[in-house]
């Protein structure tokens, strides 16, 4: 199913994956020509000439389409795609056989023949076809699916000898056992090659469709195949609708082949993993394993005697039965230890930073509550210690990302060397660390351990850094009024931008007379706090505007604070939100504005809108986000594509598979995903690649001198190719010129935001741009 992700424009989506409309026409005027020849050809030229070729010529197409397609594969699915080919090749070689008697030499083509050890190899290398397709359940499960379809065939092929074929075989072939043997082989490898294409189609990854033409292809050829096996027992075989059957089996086949490859994300095998249909199917099997053994049942009550081959069939279908219920349980087990390894780890990457093993914001705040309650109770001293990394940002933008990240390690195991055991070491986000300490140590020598373990430069991949950190200390002594957890650790990191502000590399605690800055910021936190509260921070939305045509493809939601009649800056209360836990309140706050304005503005409208709504790093990994999204886009039934999220490529690095993780669940949901100010920092080329995204938002530096500097225009030109090549659509920011209006339109660029397009407005004066705005020329 395909979605239109967004109101941007998604290159190279939807690509048609069935087999051409040609093969598919030409197909069904095969099938309306056989009929319309088998009227108007007496029967016995009909079932000699015609019938014979139009079945030769179908087999030798498969066998050549499948061939073609063994040929373009790769894996797994070449080898499957070969063993149908040799299948439909046995196939025609013994129907050839059987038109040389018939046509050339004039003769009646005896049973058994030649052309029987063809037909048998078609089954068996079909069998072998659908086990070597790839499926989302691996090698075990391909074992599961082998004993189901041989159980199933022994108990159809029991079924049906006990109830009418053995009968048959019996009066028609006396003695000849070969020719009973194969009577009896048809039905049974068919009732096989059913169950096991059932069952192989309800797990298969990638595109079903070629997948579930071949079934239905062996579906049709099976009914043939099993008509035959009794019309040729009885001795009155005259091809008739027969041979219709096996016509329309391998041409299904064929076209098959001709589909075109679709590729299917990780994410859409995970989900077809868990289809519930797959497991359905697994019941499937055990549906004739107990028809054959009630009508055995049945049957010996009323005095049948079976002879010793209905026994031995008997015999084998119960021992593959508890064959199968060996591996089932086998994989159950192994399933149940993997589960709950899993688990494990989950709730250990709940609590836990991805990068560096350390506890997370989450685990660090529980831990602090409850110190704090302890604290309230029982007197006991509770103190925080908050650093951060002075100038860490002069290392991502000189030495990259990834060096960054190893730095980030390596602090956080000197960090755990130099407190002490019980103590708790927490990576609060980016470069921000905390220690907890309960049990009454002096927090001011430990802090001083914590700096003189950072002091031994680092050497990372051969470059050597000095690092060194601002640290602020807040404490709680017994006799200390209770705090909640977010003003203690508020604190803390006050007294961390007091040793900031100090000159860096500081240690300060916190006390109520620090200076006039931090006074300030306290106060503007609990104004702040307040504001989230009260819901007075509001959204206003700047259009996101189609160049060639000014339609407002999209709008970015923006948020804005006044406070005492000053407007706060977004730069100044976002950190502070971040800084002082409040950003989960307010990200959920703003983006329930978003969607139900959202909601609003595309009802009745049949042209697609979007509203961007930017989500800070620590939100995009924060436990229960998604489930938050989830919830806002079924209230308002928001259109696949309507809301997306801008995510910083500082969001991504906080823990990168987190991100994927969470970015591929969003993108599951219909919401789309942009990576905002890209181009800023080192790695975000290689973000396109590992993280699968809608959208890229050029930053706004990028373009402030595009008009006027030959090399930005040359590296926006770069961009925007390459952008398009792995169709990831681009939206420039920062368009306030018509001089850089101008260059956009001449390097390719469709999409565009800025002052000269369009300001912020609040909600209210958005209809009115939604009927388009004038592109200035």
């Not at 063994?70 to 025609?92: D, E, H, K, Q």
């Not at 072998?128 to 379809?149: K, N």
């Not at 009914?223 to 299904?252: E, K, P, Q």
């Not at 104004?527 to 939305?541: E, F, P, S, T, W």
Request: hydrophobic letters at 50%; aromatic letters at 6%; one cysteine or more.
């Amino acid at each position: 199913m395909t979605t239109e992700r967004g109101s941007l424009p998604a290159s190279g989506r939807g690509r048609r994956t069935g087999p051409p409309r040609a093969a598919v026409l030409l197909v069904v005027l095969v099938l309306v020509g056989y009929q319309v020849a088998q009227v108007a050809t007496p029967p016995v030229a009909f079932d000699r000439y015609v019938s014979n070729l139009v079945q030769l010529l179908a087999g030798l197409t498969a066998a050549a389409a499948a061939a073609r397609r063994a040929g373009t594969a790769t894996g797994r699915s070449r080898l499957s795609w070969a063993c149908l080919s040799l299948g439909t090749a046995a196939w025609a070689a013994g129907q050839g056989w059987w038109c040389w008697v018939q046509i050339v030499q004039g003769g009646e083509a005896p049973f058994p023949s030649v052309a029987d050890i063809g037909f048998v190899a078609f089954p068996l290398l079909a069998a072998a076809a659908l086990l070597l397709l790839q499926t989302a359940d691996g090698s075990t499960a391909r074992l599961q699916r082998t004993l189901d379809a041989a159980m199933t065939s022994a108990a159809a092929g029991l079924v049906s000898w006990e109830t009418t074929l053995g009968a048959v075989v019996a009066a028609n072939t006396g003695d000849d056992r070969l020719a009973g043997t194969l009577l009896v082989a048809y039905p049974v490898l068919d009732v096989l090659l059913i169950v096991l294409g059932v069952l192989t189609l309800a797990r298969a990854t990638g595109d079903r469709l070629p997948q579930g033409l071949v079934v239905l292809g062996l579906l049709a050829f099976s009914v043939s195949d099993s008509g035959f096996a009794f019309v040729a027992a009885a001795g009155d075989y005259d091809g008739n609708l027969l041979d219709l059957g096996w016509i329309a089996g391998f041409l299904l086949i064929a076209l098959a082949a001709l589909c075109r490859p679709a590729a299917v994300g990780r994410a859409a095998e995970e989900r077809r993993a868990e289809d519930p249909s797959a497991s359905r199917a697994d019941y499937l099997p055990y549906v004739p394993v107990a028809l054959s053994l009630v009508v055995t049942a049945v049957l010996v009550f009323r005095g049948r005697i079976l002879d010793r081959w209905e026994l031995l069939t008997v015999v084998v279908v119960v021992a593959l039965l508890l064959a199968r219920q060996y591996v089932a349980l086998r994989d159950n087990a192994r399933l149940a230890g993997e589960l709950a390894t899993r688990e494990s780890e989950l709730r250990h990457q709940a609590f836990h930073d991805g990068l560096t093993g350390l506890a997370n914001r989450a685990l660090f705040l529980d831990r602090l509550q409850h110190a704090l309650a302890l604290h309230a109770r029982d007197l006991r001293p509770v103190a925080v210690v908050f650093l951060d990394l002075d100038d860490f940002k002069v290392v991502n933008d000189t030495l990259g990302h990834a060096v960054g990240d190893e730095l980030l390690v390596r602090v956080a195991e000197r960090l755990t060397g130099a407190v002490r055991t019980g103590d708790t070491v927490a990576r609060l986000g980016g470069d921000e660390f905390a220690v907890l300490l309960e049990d009454g140590g002096d927090p001011m020598p430990i802090a001083a351990k914590v700096s003189a373990s950072l002091v031994p430069p680092f050497t990372l991949r051969g470059d050597v850094v000095d690092v060194h950190a601002s640290i602020g200390i807040c404490e709680l002594d017994a006799e200390d009024a209770p705090l909640a957890a977010d003003e203690l650790l508020a604190r803390s990191d006050t007294a961390m931008y007091s040793a900031k502000r100090s000159g860096k590399d500081r240690i300060v605690a916190y006390s109520p007379g620090m200076s006039l800055a931090e006074l300030q910021d306290g106060v503007l936190r609990e104004a702040l706090r307040l504001a989230i509260a009260d819901r007075v921070v509001r959204l206003h939305y700047q259009p996101i505007v189609e160049l060639e045509t000014g339609r407002v493809a999209g709008l970015e939601a923006l948020a804005r604070w006044r406070h005492d009649g000053v407007d706060i800056p977004p730069d100044v209360f976002i950190p502070l939100a971040e800084r002082s836990g409040f950003m989960t309140v307010l990200t959920a706050d703003l983006l329930a504005a978003a969607c139900t304005r959202l909601a609003g503005w595309t009802r009745g409208r049949t042209e697609p809108l979007s509203v961007h709504v930017n989500v800070a790093p620590s939100q995009l990994i924060a436990p229960g986000f998604v489930d938050t999204v989830a919830e806002l886009v079924r209230a308002h039934r928001l259109r696949a594509g309507g809301l997306v999220l801008e995510i910083t490529e500082s969001g991504i690095f906080a823990d990168l598979d987190a991100a994927r993780r969470t970015v591929t669940e969003l993108r599951g949901l219909g919401v789309g995903v942009s990576l905002d100010d890209f181009g800023v920092g080192y790695s975000s080329l290689a973000q396109l690649n590992a993280m699968p995204l809608d959208s890229v938002k050029i930053d706004r530096s990028f373009l402030a001198a595009v008009d006027t500097d030959r090399r930005q225009a040359t590296f926006l030109h770069a961009v925007l190719r390459l952008a398009e090549e792995i169709g990831l659509p681009v939206v420039a920011e920062g368009v306030e010129r018509p001089a850089q209006l101008t260059l956009l339109r001449a390097l390719g660029c469709r999409h565009a935001q800025g002052y000269l397009l369009g300001r912020p407005v609040d909600a209210a004066e958005v209809p009115a741009l939604l009927a388009g705005i004038a592109v200035p020329v």
